[in-house]
């Protein structure tokens, strides 16, 4: 079946340090590709999406890129910020059954 | 324009007992999802709603059920409440069409059983 595997974390960086986050997906056929963030205390944001292979999501300064040879879906910032603390989700759209499958998250602390 | 919104934040009950959680999708959406999640279990479908109709469900068994309205908000109740169900419970909404595979979340009701 569908699967999504993140990278464990805390991810523990210092200000304006480069983010990667890691994601692979199990999949048949051409699903969509998101990233979802979840601050403190609150519910989950779509931060970017990407629909077919070679596209890049991109938003806040954040970035993906659908790689199908890779069956990979990689975060990436260039500078990050205190406020950019949170949990990252990684998922794939089910098709049919129009449900997200998620990865388990990656905390993502970031120190001033 | 109005996200997703969820009742109430937070709720409080004891084993046995049941819960009503309720969800109002964003204006225009008709569709309407939840998810569990518990810690150290992650996000996990429960429940998919579109047009009024039940049309998908998550690995829940049946003491968990739900319903859309004729204005597309949602209800979940959790019946026979157990320890284990205490986690947050996300709603979310999405359009049909094209648009149909992003989901938009609430921001939560975190249901404690005690």
């Known amino acids: 079946g569908n699967s999504v595997t993140q990278m464990e974390g805390p991810v523990t960086l210092s200000e304006e340090a480069f983010l990667t986050i890691n994601c692979t997906y199990t999949?048949?056929?051409?699903?969509?590709l998101f990233w979802y963030v979840q601050y403190p205390g609150e519910g989950l944001q779509l931060l970017l999406k990407?629909?077919?292979?070679?596209d890049k999501g991109s938003n806040k300064g954040f970035e993906a890129t659908y790689r199908k040879e890779t069956t990979s879906f990689h975060l990436e910032k260039g500078s990050v910020q205190v406020s950019d603390s949170a949990v990252y989700f990684c998922?794939?759209?089910?098709?049919?059954?129009?449900?997200?499958?998620f990865g388990t998250g990656t905390l993502l602390a970031v120190q001033p | 324009e109005a996200g997703v919104t969820q009742s109430p934040t937070h709720l409080i009950k004891t084993r046995g007992q049941q819960a009503t959680l309720r969800c109002s999708p964003i204006?225009?959406?008709?569709?309407v999802y939840w998810y569990q999640q518990a810690l150290g279990l992650g996000l996990q479908f429960l429940l998919w709603?579109?047009?009024?109709?039940?049309?998908n469900r998550g690995n829940f068994p049946p003491r968990f059920s739900g319903r859309q309205f004729p204005n597309y908000s949602s209800e979940l109740n959790v019946n026979a409440l157990e320890l284990e169900d205490s986690a947050l419970y996300l709603c979310?909404?999405?359009?049909?069409?094209?648009?149909?595979?992003?989901?938009?979340f609430g921001a939560g009701t975190r249901l404690s059983v005690l």
């Open positions: 979310a909404s999405s359009l049909v069409g094209t648009q149909k595979n992003i989901q938009y």
């Open positions: 999949a048949t056929g051409y699903p969509s």
């Open positions: 990407a629909t077919k292979a070679d």
């Open positions: 998922a794939l759209y089910g098709g049919a059954t129009n449900k997200l499958i």
């Open positions: 204006s225009g959406h008709t569709s």
């Open positions: 709603y579109d047009e009024g109709e039940e049309r």
